[in-house]
């Protein structure tokens, strides 16, 4: 079974600074992988998705991530962090289910404080 | 166009009590999903419909959840009785279909507090 570790619970980054969120995934072939953010008291935006080819995918809101299948992650990247970059972030993985149809597991999630 | 609608955004319950949550996703729309958010948690996958089919089911506890898909569009997940540890938030989102080349578009989510 697929599986989703997000190390960090929080982090703090000033405004202005760069940001790095790590994830690493447990799953035996090809998974394809997403990182979403989620706003106090709101449902979860999709910020970038891999399922194949490049390795950098950029995303929405400055964001981009990096697969890299030997070490297993998908680490979630800013250069320059905004106050409204203030939220809760959760990668997934997508395994397959079925022929043609995939199921998310997600991790605990990672809460940024950005501060002034 | 209009997201992932869900009702209501805040309910709070005695144990015991039932509670029912409903959830409008986006037109055309086939694939629908009820998560589970618990607090400082990831979500976690209730069912999942295919049209008005319940294709996958199994992480549903059938004991006290229910939920339904009439006519593949509107639907409703039902706690009866709700019990303390059901205090989650309730994610439904959906999706053109269930491949990998779509992303599921998220509600704004029921929080539920049972005491």
């Known amino acids: 079974a697929q599986s989703v570790t997000q190390p960090d619970i929080h982090i703090t980054v000033s405004e202005g600074a760069s940001l790095e969120l790590r994830c690493n995934y447990s799953?035996?072939?090809?998974?394809?992988l997403f990182w979403y953010v989620q706003s106090p008291g709101q449902g979860l935006q999709l910020l970038l998705k891999?399922?194949?080819?490049?390795?950098l995918v950029q995303g929405i809101k400055g964001f981009e991530a990096e697969f890299k299948r030997s070490q297993s992650s998908f680490n979630l990247r800013k250069p320059s962090v905004h106050w409204s970059d203030a939220a809760e972030y959760f990668c997934?993985?997508?395994?397959?289910?079925?022929?043609?149809?995939?199921?998310?597991?997600f991790g605990a999630g990672t809460t940024v404080t950005v501060r002034a | 166009e209009a997201g992932v609608v869900q009702s209501p955004r805040y309910k709070i319950i005695e144990k015991k009590q039932p509670v029912a949550f409903w959830c409008n996703p986006i037109s055309g729309h086939n694939t629908l999903y009820w998560y589970r958010q618990n607090l400082g948690q990831g979500p976690e996958l209730l069912i999942r419909?295919?049209?008005?089919?319940?294709?996958?089911d199994s992480q549903l506890p059938k004991d006290r959840f229910s939920a339904e898909r009439l006519k593949g569009v509107d639907s409703t997940l039902k706690i009866q009785p709700a019990e303390l540890g059901d205090s989650a938030v309730y994610l439904c989102a959906s999706s053109v279909d269930s491949s990998a080349n779509y992303g599921y578009t998220f509600g704004s989510g029921t929080r539920l507090t049972v005491v």
């Open positions: 997934a993985v997508g395994a397959r289910s079925g022929s043609n149809d995939y199921k998310l597991s």
């Open positions: 891999y399922f194949s080819g490049d390795t």
């Open positions: 799953y035996g072939a090809t998974p394809y």
């Open positions: 419909y295919e049209n008005e089919e319940a294709v996958d």
